[in-house]
T-cell receptor, first 114, second 111 residues
Framework: DAGVIQSPRHEVTEMGQEVTLRCKPISGHNSLFWYRQTMMRGLELLIYFNNNVPIDDSGMPEDRFSAKMPNASFSTLKIQPSEPRDSAVYFC????????????FGDGTRLSIL | AQSVSQHNHHVILSEAASLELGCNYSYGGTVNLFWYVQYPGQHLQLLLKYFSGDPLVKGIKGFEAEFIKSKFSFNLRKPSVQWSDTAEYFCAVNWGGKLIFGQGTELSVKP
């Protein structure tokens, strides 16, 4: 079974550039989550979707961050313009069925903004 | 709102020692609880989960956790740790369809 697939695995870019992170959830999963992990703040939920619809984006830090899920098999997290403090590991996770089911995580994207 | 506390930030043990990592959540009622493990440089993997029934839950790799409703706790245990258990451990509670994570406990096991 293919797990949650994220790309790229690593991204290094200069501040001010647009960054797009991609996620393919596990086939058949109807919920998708974007997290950010840093040493200082730990694991933070940014946004999640149910059936491609954003349900809770209260964790999105600023307007520079946006996320879309145009279909059940693809989601993007975009940062424009990027800043050094956005450097983190960004994880995508997906879940099937009811909300009490476990989430399955991708390998993450390690983002470095210079 | 729900919150999760993991009291131990960093635990250092020798191989074969017993492990207990604390986890407390703030809001009662019906809860679904999880422990995830993150090995160095890897993604989070599910160790075990509690939905209902027997409060003692067994997971993978010899881990278990006990749900104590009166204490709002879901502590993780392992009778004898191995060097390969070196990782970060996250407790989480399902709240409103999303997971609320604790801040994580880093476990270092000395060979």
């Amino acid at each position: 079974d293919a797990g949650v697939i994220q790309s790229p695995r690593h991204e290094v870019t200069e501040m001010g550039q647009e960054v797009t992170l991609r996620c393919k959830p596990i086939s058949g999963h109807n919920s998708l989550f974007w997290y950010r992990q840093t040493m200082m703040r730990g694991l933070e939920l940014l946004i999640y979707f149910n059936n491609n619809v954003p349900i809770d984006d209260s964790g999105m830090p600023e307007d520079r961050f946006s996320a879309k899920m145009p279909n059940a098999s693809f989601s993007t997290l975009k940062i424009q313009p990027s800043e050094p403090r956005d450097s983190a590991v960004y994880f995508c996770a997906s879940r099937s069925g009811q909300s009490n089911q476990p989430q399955h995580f991708g390998d993450g994207t390690r983002l470095s903004i210079l | 709102a729900q919150s999760v506390s993991q009291h131990n930030h960093h635990v250092i043990l020798s191989e074969a020692a017993s492990l207990e990592l604390g986890c407390n959540y703030s809001y009662g009622g019906t809860v679904n609880l999880f422990w995830y493990v993150q090995y160095p440089g890897q993604h989070l993997q599910l160790l075990l989960k509690y939905f209902s029934g027997d409060p003692l839950v067994k997971g993978i790799k010899g881990f278990e956790a006990e749900f104590i409703k009166s204490k709002f706790s879901f502590n993780l245990r392992k009778p004898s740790v191995q060097w390969s258990d070196t990782a970060e451990y996250f407790c989480a509670v399902n709240w409103g369809g999303k997971l609320i994570f604790g801040q994580g406990t880093e476990l270092s096991v000395k060979p």
